[in-house]
């Protein structure tokens, strides 16, 4: 009854013929839907059992952690990584005293703009602001017992960032001198400022010198941004249910659960330099080392900035792009971090090649820039100098050549995943074990 009533359905519409053939032929000449040539691309269910499956089987590991070594994520512990010394704050002063450097920086721009000060005077000024910068932080995290490698390595990363957003302060300054010297109307590296117009939202558009002044400089401090522009895009107003939406807790400390026993484990093999046993510790690492890894990518590239962003109403949200379908070492590089990658690209790499240099040095240069900031943030911190953060960002100058000249689509991008997945975890296991024998080996012997 079922067969009759399907065939009636079908060929209610057509003639005698047609649904003769109807029945009779039910077959025609396609591609099986997993081969190239069919042209279908819909794997979401594929996609959701593989996350199905992840979430099973980490579930499991995490289960099996727990079971074997307890709980060993002290919500005091934590607590200790940030204070060691409950009476003494040394990175909450230092973040205090950054407003110094940004307060200086906008003195000499000031005075620039009216002529006190003359450009080399300037300049000089602006040099051993930024230098003092990153020497005294880390003068600070190197000599007082009482800061943690944490709290540490979160001062000397704020202090970066104001490193860098005052660098561009200083240069777009002095691309808005050199332009109203020759009269120009609009400005070649930031947004132009007809007097009569006005941004989205409303704002009145800013001519310089009238953007150097206290609300301009940090509402520039705290923006999601690197690059320093006289009139930043900014959005109409703010979504109290998209900052809502931002606000999400997460999840890391399940994943350091899952990483101590690990770490303990990996230092016998590794002061033994048992090969065997170091590379199956680091492969154990590698998957917890990457969620969270990845798990930080979420939180602070997409919850944290979108949340600042939009309390701010800065309208520019596009702080990574599609880095998960890299093909090659450099276009993971270019679009992972879209805020450092248009710093290096505007006042780092262009400059050198106006001055002359290939493109080969000036890559590579950008490259030994991001090492050296890689190191101070590791190496500081840690009081102790590996330089195994150094090396392995000088090491993607070869990995990427040889990527890019003999990997291609899909095993171009196998690569570069298993690049983060592997060269991460192995960065730390080289810290951890010469942190371990600087400092806890020597107070057991």
Known sequence: MGLVGFFSDQGRNSGPHEQGCTILNCHKTQESL????SGYNNYRGILNWCVVMLVLNNARLFLENLLRYGVLVDPIQVISLFLHDPYSWPAACLLIVS??????????????????FSEPVGFLVHCINMAIMLTFPAAVVLLVPSMTPVGGAFVLGIYTILFLKLYSYKDVNMWCRELSTVKAKKLARSLSCPSAQHLNGGDRKVCYPGNLTIRDMYYFVFAPTLCYELNFPRSPKIRTSFLLRRLKKNMLSFLFQWMIPIIQSSMKPLEDMDLSRMTERLLRLAVPNHLLWLIFFYWFFHSSMNFTAELLRFGDRQFYKDWWNSETVTYFWQNWNIPVHKWCLRHFYKPLLRRGFSKMVSQSAVFFLSAFFHEYLVSVPLRMFRLWAFTGMMAQLPLAWFVGRFLRGNYGNAAVWISLIIGQPFAVLMYVHDYYVLHFRQEAD
């Not at 997993?34 to 040539?37: D, H, T, W």
């Not at 906008?106 to 002529?115: A, D, I, N």
């Open 99 to 116: 407003n110094v450097f940004i307060l200086v920086a906008l003195y000499t721009e000031r005075q620039l703009s009216k002529g006190s």
């Open 34 to 37: 997993l081969s190239s040539a």
